[in-house]
C-alpha cells in the first residue's frame, strides 16, 4: 500500500469515529433518553474541555517519549473502550463522565493525526503543502460517510451509533500501530520552561489589543459552530412531531440533509484562496460571520415543505461560514505572530475557537434553551435560531467596528498559489 494510502485511510477513519454520533447524539438524548437540554449542553462542553486540557500534554509526551504513531493509537483504542460502555448508561451524569473520558482520548488526537501525517509526508521525501491537502479531504468524506451509515441503518437516535464510532475507532487503534515509526521529535528543549512547553507562553499575544480581540471573536464563533452541531439535527427531527411532516425526507433522512453543511465545507475550501487575494482576511472572517447570520436566519424559517429550500440553503451556507473563519484566522496568526511563538499561538487559536468556545457555547446554549424556549417538553425552534442568528448579528457587527486590519495582498500570496 502507498505511503498516501495509508494516510488516507488513517484521515478517512479519524472523522468517521467522530461523524458516526456527534451530529445525531442530540436524537438520541431527547428523543431516546428525554434528558433535559440544560444537561446537554454539559455534554458538548466536554469537546471544549479536552480541548483546552489535552493537545499541549499528548504533544509533549510525543515530542518527548513516545513514538506518535503508537500515543494516537493507544488514545483511539481508550476512547473506543469508553464510547462501548455509552450504550449502558442509564442517567445523564454517568453519560457526561464517560463522554468526557471519550473526549479525553478523542480530542488530541485531532492534532496529532496531522503530525503524524506530516512526519511520515516529510521523512518519505513528499511535498506536505501539496499532498495533504487532498488526504486531509478524506477526513471530511469519512465524517459524512458515518453520519450516512447511522442514518442510512436507522440508527440516528439509538445506542448503536456508539457501537459504530467504537469499533471503528479500535479498529483506527490498531492499524496506526502498523504506520511508518514517527519518533519522538525532541524540539522541546530540555532547559524550556513549563510555561514553554504547554504553550502557554501565547498567551502574552493577549497584551496586544489586535490580537486580544482576534482571540476573544475567535471565542464567540467557537460558540456558534457548536449550536449547529449540537441541535442541527434534533431540529430537523422534531417536525416529525408535526403530523403533515412526520413523513417527510428532513424528518426521515435528517442526517443526511444535515450532511450537505460537511459537502459544502469541501467545496469552499477550493474558493477560500480567491475570496482571500481579492477581499483579505478580515473581509473573509467577516464574510464567515455573515454566513453564520444566514445559516441560523434560514433555519428559523426553514420547513419540509414550502420552506425546504430554505433549510437547503442554510447547509450550504454552513461550508463558507466554517471555512472562512477558521482558515482566515489561521493565516492571519500566521502573519502576525513572531516565528518562536507561531506553532503555540495556532494552538491557541484552535483553543479558544474549539476550546472556550465550544466550553462556554454548550453550557449557555443549554441553558438559554431550556429556560427561555421550552414549553412543556416542546422547543420553540424558531425563535431559537432567531436568537443565534441575532447573537452572530451583533458578533459580526461588533468585530466589523472594532477589529482593524489592513489588507496586503503580498501576506495572502503563498496561500493563493
Keep these: 500500500m502507498s505511503i498516501k494510502l495509508r494516510l488516507t485511510i488513517m484521515s478517512f477513519l479519524q472523522f468517521f469515529v467522530w461523524g458516526a454520533w456527534l451530529i445525531t447524539v442530540g436524537n438520541y438524548w431527547f428523543g431516546t433518553k428525554q434528558w433535559s437540554g440544560e444537561q446537554f449542553g454539559a455534554i458538548f462542553s466536554t469537546l471544549g474541555l479536552s480541548s483546552i486540557i489535552m493537545p499541549a500534554v499528548t504533544g509533549i509526551i510525543a515530542d518527548k517519549w ?8 493507544v488514545l483511539h483504542i481508550l476512547g473506543g473502550i469508553a464510547l462501548i460502555y455509552i450504550p449502558q448508561v442509564d442517567n445523564p451524569i454517568t453519560f457526561y463522565w464517560v463522554i468526557f473520558a471519550a473526549m479525553l482520548c478523542y480530542m488530541p488526537t485531532i492534532s496529532l493525526s496531522n503530525s503524524v501525517a506530516y512526519n511520515i509526508l516529510k521523512n518519505n521525501n513528499f511535498d506536505v503543502v501539496k499532498v495533504f491537502p487532498p488526504i486531509r479531504v478524506w477526513g471530511t468524506i469519512g465524517f459524512i460517510a458515518a453520519m450516512w451509515l447511522t442514518n ?25 500501530f502498523t504506520l511508518p515509526k514517527c519518533p519522538p521529535q525532541k524540539l522541546i528543549s530540555e532547559h524550556a520552561s513549563l510555561a514553554q512547553k504547554f504553550g502557554v507562553d501565547a498567551f502574552k499575544l493577549f497584551g496586544t489589543y489586535k490580537m486580544a480581540l482576534f482571540f476573544l471573536f475567535s471565542m464567540c464563533l467557537g460558540g456558534a459552530l457548536q449550536l449547529t452541531n449540537m441541535y442541527g439535527d434534533v431540529f430537523l427531527s422534531e417536525f416529525g412531531k408535526v403530523p403533515a411532516y412526520a413523513n417527510s425526507i428532513i424528518v426521515k433522512k435528517s442526517t443526511l440533509i444535515m450532511s450537505i453543511s460537511q459537502i459544502s465545507e469541501t467545496l469552499f475550501i477550493l474558493v477560500i484562496p480567491f475570496f482571500l487575494k481579492r477581499f483579505g482576511i478580515k473581509q473573509v472572517m467577516l464574510i464567515s460571520m455573515f454566513a453564520w447570520v444566514l445559516r441560523f436566519g434560514l433555519f428559523a424559517y426553514g420547513n419540509p415543505s414550502d420552506g425546504l429550500w430554505m433549510i437547503i440553503m442554510s447547509c450550504i451556507v454552513y461550508g463558507m461560514a466554517f471555512d472562512f473563519f477558521n482558515i482566515s484566522g489561521s493565516l492571519f496568526v ?13 494552538g491557541l487559536f484552535m483553543m479558544m475557537s474549539n476550546g472556550f468556545g465550544a466550553l462556554f457555547g454548550g453550557l449557555l446554549s443549554g441553558y438559554i434553551i431550556d429556560e427561555y424556549f421550552t414549553h412543556n417538553g416542546s422547543r420553540d425552534w424558531h425563535n431559537i435560531w432567531l436568537s443565534f442568528a441575532g447573537y452572530s448579528l451583533i458578533i459580526a457587527i461588533l468585530f466589523a467596528l472594532m ?7 503580498k501576506e495572502v500570496e503563498s496561500f493563493s498559489h
Design 152 to 176: 442510512l441503518t436507522g440508527n440516528k437516535a439509538s445506542s448503536n451509533m456508539f457501537y459504530i464510532s467504537a469499533i471503528s475507532a479500535v479498529i483506527l487503534g490498531i492499524y496506526s
Design 403 to 409: 477589529f482593524k486590519h489592513k489588507h496586503n495582498p
Design 66 to 73: 513516545i513514538n506518535a504513531e503508537k500515543l494516537y493509537g
Design 334 to 346: 500566521e502573519t502576525s505572530t513572531d516565528s518562536k511563538i507561531r506553532s503555540s499561538a495556532q
